[in-house]
């Protein structure tokens, strides 16, 4: 496997406003601004807009689709209870990442379109974030859609998201079982709060 080395992408960076929302995580649920999967959501919310590039550190080395290519992830729309990030490869923006918050928790799935309009047979992936947990900085989505008898677990699927303040990154991981399968890493940048000098 090859390690994350974030050096390469971005060192030394604090981001303010995701930091204050990690302090609600792990708390109760009574209040939705306690819930860790609400302020995982809220903390790419407060991102909408803003588009950043990235690189594949893992594939597949039959796929390369992501190498070498040009990355990047566009938080594009937001509402009370969706958040649409295109990921483009190349300037291929067929492909989003869709985060859902219902009265279930967090879903996150995929959409490929073909021609411009018609989904793919490669739509529909995804999971949900089992209930209470991750973190304001951190979700884990095991795969929803096949049950037990048709998928074993340790064949199924677990996509995981990380905002990594640290280092000023956004993470996407894609296992199957315990096989890592892709690493995803994009450079999120200097926070504005900090620009600015707060």
Not at 80 to 96: E, K, N
Not at 163 to 176: A, C, E, N, T, W
Request: proline share 8%; charged share 20%; net charge negative.
């Amino acid at each position: 496997m090859q390690p994350l080395n974030p050096k390469g992408i971005a060192t030394g960076v604090t981001l303010v406003t995701l930091l204050a929302a990690g302090c609600t995580a792990g708390a109760g649920e009574e209040n939705p601004d306690d819930n860790p999967q609400h302020a995982f959501f809220d903390a790419l919310s407060e991102r909408c807009g803003e588009e950043y590039p990235g690189r594949a550190i893992i594939a597949p080395e039959t796929d390369l689709t992501f190498r070498p290519a040009y990355l990047a992830m566009q938080i594009a729309s937001c509402t009370d209870s969706q958040i649409r990030i295109p990921f483009i490869v190349d300037g291929d923006a067929s492909r989003t990442w869709v985060l859902t918050l219902d009265d279930d928790g967090l879903l996150f799935t995929h959409e490929h379109l073909l021609d411009g309009d018609t989904l793919s047979s490669n739509s529909g992936w995804g999971g949900r974030a089992p209930a209470g947990s991750g973190t304001a900085l951190f979700q884990h989505f095991p795969d929803h859609r096949w049950a037990p008898d048709r998928v074993p677990e340790e064949n199924r699927s677990h996509w995981r998201m990380r905002i990594d303040p640290d280092h000023g990154q956004f993470v996407y991981y894609l296992d199957r079982g315990t096989v890592p399968a892709y690493r995803l890493v994009f450079h999120m940048g200097q926070d504005p709060l900090l620009s600015s000098g707060m």
